[in-house]
């Protein structure tokens, strides 16, 4: 295996996949595993990495555990996970005619490192999901913004209670949920999905809307 690490205080690159990509694919015997550990990932290097065919060798996101950066904390108990394995949230897209869409968040998958297994994490493990309706495959500009887990005395619940007429509790309770409101495909017909769950750990998905009406 191959494991390329990021920087300390700033995200994992798309340039840093490149070039391991590169050495992987030149490098006699390649690798059976390229894997990228990192205290955070930009969203494009996350997708390069998820999306990239590299054959004979499967790519890997890893997200170190930040309390590695804190001495004292990385002395800590030996039950602490150092690094996590990510994979894609699993989403579903509805077409409702007129060219508009939905966005649904299923859940999303992990692996642990104390089974051993791959483990499914539900809904109401997500804490917070992010959703860009015209992603153009650079940045990640969240157009809705949804908080599942904060419940009814925190979040959007809380804003709304603090704004009183000034704000709508209909779209209150709606970004509460896991299904997006609609909305109209943009000029490059992707989406974009960034999901953070309960443990504080980040994952995207990237989709093409397709040419459905």
């Known amino acids: 295996m191959a494991v390329a690490f990021g920087p300390e205080h700033a995200p994992l690159e798309q340039r840093q996949v490149e070039r391991a990509v590169e050495?992987?694919?030149?490098?006699?015997?390649?690798?059976?595993?390229?894997?990228?550990?990192?205290?955070?990932?930009?969203?494009?290097?996350?997708?390069?990495?998820?999306?990239?065919?590299?054959?004979?060798?499967?790519?890997?996101?890893?997200?170190m555990n930040t309390d590695l950066q804190t001495d004292d904390l990385k002395k800590?108990?030996?039950?602490?996970?150092?690094?996590?394995?990510?994979?894609?949230?699993?989403?579903?897209?509805?077409a409702l005619g007129n060219d508009r869409y939905k966005v649904s968040v299923l859940g999303f998958d992990y692996f642990s490192l104390k089974s051993g297994k791959r483990v499914s994490g539900g809904r109401d493990q997500i804490a917070v999901w992010l959703l860009d309706t015209d992603y153009d495959g650079r940045s990640l500009f969240p157009r809705q913004v949804f908080f599942p887990l904060s419940k009814r005395k925190h979040g959007w619940e809380k804003l709304g209670k603090a704004l009183r007429s000034s704000i709508d509790q209909e779209l209150i309770k709606a970004y509460e949920g896991t299904?997006?409101?609609?909305?109209?495909?943009?000029?490059?017909?992707?989406?974009?999905?960034?999901?953070?769950?309960?443990r504080g750990i980040e994952s995207l998905a990237v989709r093409d809307l397709g040419n459905q009406q």
């Open 23 to 63: 050495e992987a694919a030149m490098h006699a015997p390649k690798p059976d595993l390229l894997i990228f550990a990192a205290f955070q990932f930009d969203p494009e290097a996350a997708k390069d990495i998820d999306e990239t065919n590299l054959p004979g060798t499967t790519l890997l996101r890893v997200e």
């Open 76 to 94: 800590g108990r030996t039950s602490n996970e150092s690094f996590w394995l990510i994979g894609q949230p699993e989403i579903k897209i509805e």
């Open 179 to 198: 299904i997006s409101l609609p909305f109209k495909a943009g000029e490059h017909r992707r989406v974009a999905v960034k999901i953070v769950d309960d």
